[in-house]
């Protein structure tokens, strides 16, 4: 069964990954399991990618979701995992840099978009709406945050938020709650959520496009099924299926 692993509980694990679940990474149900670090705004399409790839190669996929930054330290610093999926290059950069990847493939892209509750309570219809209602976006230092600070820049929005959130999904759930009248996050977690929000469409946001990279990692224990998980992310099929959620091609 997959499960999910919050990356805070990934650090911790630091000092444990010499101990693993069994023999190459194997579960003790003898299952393979694979554990994938990827950034929040992949949560739901990568759960949907999930289920076939652990019927097709009898496997547990166990994933770990934040900020793209976090997990790219972390991995850097020789967290275990398999495979990295990042929402911009430089957090990869990061993980680059430390020599723990391995084949970086660029495999969707996304656009930052407003979404407000559902019935849009505050009546944002622009960015310049923003001056007069409570509004939340990611902290400057992960990729959702650097993605809002250029569109803020380049539609001359001066109006600060009521908070950073650690990554898109808290910035999401702050608005489905109810506790902002609006946010700042992917297009794709506007479709995730559904009906529980209204996304409204920031002209020219499409300039500032954000890329997603994947790569399999030099600590993996299994990086066979690690670059089996990659190729299926990259495949037709894959691509169908992030397309679905949103998602725009490499």
């Known amino acids: 069964m997959r499960r999910a692993v919050p990356a805070l509980a990934l650090a911790?694990?630091?000092?444990?990954?010499?101990?693993?679940?069994?023999?190459d990474g194997a579960t003790a149900d003898g299952r393979a399991e694979l554990t994938v670090l990827a950034a929040a705004?992949?949560?739901d399409v990568f759960d949907q990618l999930a289920t076939p790839f652990e019927e097709e190669?009898?496997?547990?996929?166990t994933f770990s979701f934040g900020s793209s930054t976090d997990l790219a330290e972390q991995v850097a610093d020789g967290a275990p995992g398999d495979v990295l999926a990042t929402a911009d290059s430089t957090s990869m950069g990061l993980a680059e840099d430390a020599g723990v990847t391995v084949d970086v493939e660029t495999f969707a892209t996304n656009v930052l978009t407003i979404v407000v509750p559902k019935g849009n309570p505050a009546g944002i219809e622009t960015l310049d709406d923003l001056a007069d209602a409570t509004w939340v976006r990611c902290a400057d230092e992960v990729p959702c945050g650097k993605v809002a600070l250029a569109v803020l820049d380049a539609n001359q929005i001066t109006a600060e938020?009521?908070?950073l959130e650690e990554d898109v999904r808290s910035t999401l759930d702050?608005?489905?709650?109810?506790?902002?009248?609006?946010?700042?996050?992917?297009?794709?977690?506007?479709?995730?959520?559904?009906?529980?929000?209204?996304?409204?469409?920031?002209?020219?946001?499409?300039?500032?496009l954000t890329?997603?990279?994947?790569?399999?990692?030099?600590?993996?224990?299994?990086?066979?099924?690690a670059a089996d998980w990659v190729a299926w992310v990259t495949s037709e099929e894959g691509r169908r299926?992030?397309?679905?959620?949103?998602?725009?091609?490499?």
């Open 12 to 23: 911790l694990a630091l000092p444990l990954a010499a101990c693993g679940n069994g023999d």
């Open 41 to 43: 705004s992949l949560t």
């Open 57 to 61: 190669h009898d496997a547990t996929v």
């Open 161 to 163: 938020p009521a908070s």
């Open 174 to 208: 702050k608005v489905v709650s109810g506790e902002a009248d609006a946010g700042l996050v992917y297009a794709t977690d506007a479709v995730a959520v559904g009906d529980d929000v209204e996304a409204i469409e920031i002209p020219g946001a499409g300039d500032d």
């Open 211 to 225: 890329s997603y990279y994947v790569a399999t990692l030099e600590q993996s224990e299994d990086a066979d099924l």
């Open 241 to 250: 299926i992030l397309a679905d959620a949103g998602f725009g091609a490499p």
